[in-house]
């Protein structure tokens, strides 16, 4: 999937020079994510795009996921910290309707405490992965200001060791043109994965779902 991707990505981004006109891909939004992953409930981020010319842009993103959960005879808690960074370039279908795609860098640490029942000593682990995100996908802006969009997401990872797949769709209702509020909904789907960290290796089945709500200011 990441191949047929990225592959898609890089014929769109050569294959044609026009450009959306449009939207406005230069933002900055503050949103919050509730998950129904093992080991992540809440997400907290920071996500950036700004425009360089003829349908590309910059985009970033800071997150901040938190979870707490109970295994047989321990407690545990998590804490991952993600970087993305990438390049994105969208191309006008007309004037309501874009096709975007986006290749981006990410990194994540993660910190855990495990905490058994039978004792007062807590375990502390942290580890690092990282990975390549290949996105294509399509947005609408209506007559009554509602930007919808529908993308497919792949990942690839380094230290991650498995391919997983996201189908993510967002709404934002733009009140003017500076601020705007949104929902996004997401699925995660991946085959089991292996995470390295100071003192053991995590294997697990990384399949979730999130729903969440946000601002955007444009400028």
């Known amino acids: 999937m990441i191949k047929k991707l990225t592959t898609i990505s890089a014929l769109i981004l050569i294959g044609t020079q026009l450009s959306a006109d449009g939207f406005n891909d ?3 939004q503050v949103g919050y994510t509730s998950s129904n992953y093992k080991f992540v409930d809440d ?6 795009s ?8 910059i985009i970033g993103r800071y997150s901040r996921e938190t979870g707490e959960w109970s295994d047989p005879g321990e407690y545990e808690t998590s804490t991952y910290t993600g970087i993305k960074v990438g390049i994105g370039k969208a191309f006008n279908l007309n004037d309501n309707t874009d096709i975007t795609s986006s290749i ?16 007062s000593t807590t375990f502390n682990t942290s ?11 399509i947005r609408n802006m ?3 200001d509602f930007e919808t969009s529908l993308q497919i997401n792949s990942w690839h990872g380094g230290k991650l060791k498995s391919k997983s797949n996201e189908i993510e769709f967002s709404v934002i209702k733009h009140l003017n043109d500076r601020l705007g509020i949104g929902f996004r909904a997401l699925h995660h789907k ?6 390295y960290n100071s003192d053991r290796s995590i294997r697990f089945k990384a399949n979730w779902t999130e729903y969440g709500l946000f601002v955007r200011t444009s400028f």
């Open 26 to 28: 230069n933002y900055l």
């Open 43 to 48: 997400i907290m981020d920071i996500k950036g």
């Open 190 to 195: 991946a085959k089991p994965s292996v995470v």
């Open 127 to 137: 580890g690092e992965t990282d990975g390549y995100i290949a996105s294509v996908g």
């Open 50 to 57: 700004v425009e360089l010319g003829n349908g590309f842009s």
């Open 142 to 144: 209506s007559k009554n």
């Open 104 to 119: 981006s860098y990410l990194d994540y640490d993660l910190k855990q405490t495990r905490k058994p029942n039978c004792c």
